[in-house]
């Protein structure tokens, strides 16, 4: 397993922005798609965003326009450029890599590595 580390979350009023990172520890990484989720409280873990190794990507209706996912395999990092801020994107949101590039993307299930997660908090 590769240990993933995000960052970036915080306290934001609706409308803002914030970038969330996430750092992997080993090269495989570059190999692997990765995945953001988020899961707010009382609720179960939601697909966000999907990036493959093309830098392809894949999107939730519920936040697509508003966020971006990039990676640089130069630096072993994914990140998730968030914007046009709701109330509703309150979660943790965790950074996930799938080390077989499974086809169901949005399975948290399908993914063996996770970070420790990073608190995003929009206030209205």
């Known amino acids: 397993q590769v240990q993933l580390v995000e960052s970036g979350g915080g306290l934001v009023q609706a409308g803002g922005s914030l970038n969330l990172t996430c750092a992997a520890s080993?090269?495989?990484?570059?190999?692997?798609?990765v995945g953001w989720f988020r899961q707010a409280p009382g609720k179960e873990r939601e697909f966000v965003a999907r990036?493959?190794?093309?830098?392809?990507?894949d999107y939730a209706d519920s936040v697509k326009g508003r966020f971006t996912i990039s990676r640089s395999n130069a630096r072993n990092t994914v990140y998730l450029q968030m914007n046009s801020l709701k109330p509703e994107d309150t979660a943790i949101y965790y950074c996930?890599?799938?080390?077989?590039?499974?086809?169901?993307?949005?399975?948290?299930?399908?993914?063996?590595?996770w970070g420790q997660g990073t608190q995003v908090t929009v206030t209205s």
């Open positions: 080993a090269p495989s990484f570059r190999m692997s798609p």
């Open positions: 990036i493959k190794l093309t830098s392809d990507a």
């Open positions: 996930a890599s799938d080390s077989y590039g499974r086809p169901s993307y949005w399975n948290p299930l399908n993914y063996d590595s």
